[in-house]
T-cell receptor, first 114, second 112 residues
């Protein structure tokens, strides 16, 4: 089955710890994205990548980091610098980063900081 | 920053009633997309509108893009319990916009 796989689905973290969320796609898409979803705020873009070994900050990149070493993988690290990391994180991909084309979303990772 | 405003935030309807959600942008959109997220799920693409004044239908769902390409609406006729979820619009800003800006979403609940 083609699609996007995010893991873990649920994650608990202590304050001060970094955590990495995995995102893998087998759709052969060039562009990948990370969004954060909070109640009542819709989806906010954290980082996006239009091609391997290249990525750009989105609207709320502070406290996050990413890498894009392979086309199919776009992991997100939530660092201890992120002041309010508890949220639902969604990874998405699109065929390319041009101004058309739908986003395909993974099932999400819910991070809770204790 | 640049925003896409979506209203209402929440709507609770009786099964069989109609439902409409609206999106507005202060700047021209190159296109607009609509997504549905079921409770506990992830957003799923519904449709993309590109042309000024465009209207598209999917069964009971009607999507419109305004003449000025600054607003859009999604109308559901005769809602069913399967329509429950959050509906998001997402607009691409400007002529060469390469990232989507999502509205805050409208949560739809349907009472049977």
């Amino acid at each position: 089955d083609g699609g996007i796989t995010q893991s873990p689905k649920y994650l608990f973290r202590k304050e001060g710890q970094n955590v990495t969320l995995s995102c893998e796609q087998n759709l052969n898409h060039d562009a990948m994205y990370w969004y954060r979803q909070d109640p009542g705020q819709g989806l906010r873009l954290i980082y996006y990548s239009q091609i391997v070994n290249d990525f750009q900050k989105g609207d709320i990149a502070e406290g996050y980091s990413v890498s894009r070493e392979k086309k199919e993988s776009f992991p997100l690290t939530v660092t201890s610098a992120q002041k309010n990391p508890t949220a639902f994180y969604l990874c998405a991909s699109s065929i390319n980063g041009a101004n058309t084309g739908e986003l395909f979303f993974g099932e999400g990772s819910r991070l809770t900081v204790l | 920053g640049q925003q896409v405003m979506q209203i209402p935030q929440y709507q609770h309807v009786q099964e069989g009633e109609d439902f409409t959600t609206y999106c507005n942008s202060s700047t021209t959109l190159s296109n607009i997309q609509w997504y549905k997220q079921r409770p506990g799920g992830h957003p799923v693409f519904l449709i993309q509108l590109v042309k000024s004044g465009e209207v598209k239908k999917q069964k009971r769902l009607t999507f419109q893009f305004g003449e000025a390409k600054k607003n859009s609406s999604l109308h559901i006729t005769a809602t069913q319990t399967t329509d429950v979820g959050t509906y998001f619009c997402a607009g691409r800003l400007g002529e060469y916009g390469n990232k989507l800006v999502f509205g805050a979403g409208t949560i739809l609940r349907v009472k049977s």
